[in-house]
């Protein structure tokens, strides 16, 4: 079946400590997309691509990095610069043509 | 950016209830979808849906995009339809990026 792969559900990170967290697609998509949920509160864009070896800022980039080296992966890095990571992360892509996105089940990611 | 808003942004029903769901934006989208986040933080697109009216099962979506207003229609309520709903849009010329809304959050009881 096609769809989005998020690794893993559940990340633990220490104060300090940078985390990668991963995502991956057999859609074929261009475009894929990580967003940030925090209790109570829609998604945030944290950044997106649209194709292969390029990628922009969304809303609250700060704190975080990503790569697109392939098509069917886009995984986010947490720095050790982003304040508060914890939260519930999202991936996301959608076709060329836009028919709607489709997202993955999630990473919580807590700081201990 | 655009505004989504979401009304409204609590709602208990009894089972087999129906309930509409409001979504403003701010400014003209080409695009707006419905979304549904089960208990466990899976986001199901349930409408793509810019324009007209669309209809899947007890759920049926109506988006009149020169007013910019989008409703979601769930009649029949069951309990399994407990969860959060976003709608959410993309500002003309902005991509494919989309704006969520902060969400309706609906509990059906027995």
């Known amino acids: 079946d096609g769809g989005i792969t998020q690794s893993p559900k559940y990340l633990f990170r220490k104060e300090g400590q940078n985390v990668t967290l991963s995502c991956e697609q057999n859609?074929?998509?261009?475009?894929m997309y990580w967003y940030r949920q925090d209790p109570g509160q829609g998604l945030r864009l944290i950044y997106y691509s649209q194709i292969v070896n390029d990628f922009q800022k969304g809303d609250i980039a700060e704190g975080y990095s990503v790569s697109r080296e392939k098509k069917e992966s886009f995984p986010l890095t947490v720095t050790s610069a982003q304040k508060n990571p914890t939260a519930f992360y999202l991936c996301a892509s959608s076709s060329e043509g836009f028919y709607g996105y489709t997202f993955g089940s999630g990473t919580r990611l807590t700081v201990v | 950016g655009i505004q989504v808003e979401q009304s409204p942004p609590d709602l208990i029903l009894q089972e087999g209830a129906n309930s509409t769901l409001r979504c403003n934006f701010s400014?003209?989208?080409?695009?707006l979808q419905w979304f549904h986040q089960n208990p466990w933080g899976q986001l199901i697109n349930l409408f793509y849906?810019?324009?007209g009216t669309k209809q899947n099962g007890r759920l049926s979506a109506t988006t009149v995009a020169t007013e910019r207003y989008s409703l979601l229609y769930i009649s029949s309520s069951q309990t399994t339809d407990s969860g959060v709903y976003f709608c959410a849009g993309i500002l003309t010329g902005g991509g494919n990026k989309l704006t969520f809304g902060t969400g309706t959050q609906l509990k059906v009881e027995l």
């Open positions: 849906i810019p324009s």
């Open positions: 400014d003209s989208v080409n695009n």
């Open positions: 859609l074929n998509h261009d475009a």
